[in-house]
């Protein structure tokens, strides 16, 4: 069973940046897709970014510019850098990992990002 960790979140001013990472654990693999969804407080779901083992990343309109995700394979970890941060932004951020580019086989506890002056 996979596990997933997320560590990052927080309160930020607007225009600031936030580095949110997520540390896979319980497979000697590294999932075929990593990435994060986010989740507004009116309860509306998104999915931010994500990247295949071999590179292939893929992001949501409205995040791209500004955010971007990497990937450590060989720590089965995954990172979002998120700069330029808007009120837009507030979520609660959650880690997927998935055994293909289409599915969503785990998931982690959700990190709250807040910005605000």
């Known amino acids: 069973q996979v596990q997933l960790v997320e560590s990052g979140g927080g309160l930020v001013q607007p225009g600031g940046s936030l580095r949110l990472s997520c540390a896979a654990s319980?497979?000697?693999?590294?999932?075929?897709?990593m990435g994060w969804y986010r989740q507004f407080p009116g309860k509306q779901r998104e999915r931010v970014a994500r990247?295949?083992?071999?590179?292939?990343?893929d992001y949501a309109d409205s995040v791209k510019g500004r955010f971007t995700v990497s990937r450590d394979n060989a720590r089965s970890t995954v990172h979002l850098q998120m700069n330029s941060l808007q009120p837009e932004d507030t979520a609660v951020y959650y880690c997927y990992a998935g055994k293909s580019w289409l599915s969503y086989d785990y998931w982690g506890q959700g990190t709250q990002v807040t910005v605000s002056s």
């Open positions: 319980g497979s000697t693999v590294s999932p075929y897709a």
């Open positions: 990247m295949a083992r071999g590179g292939l990343t």
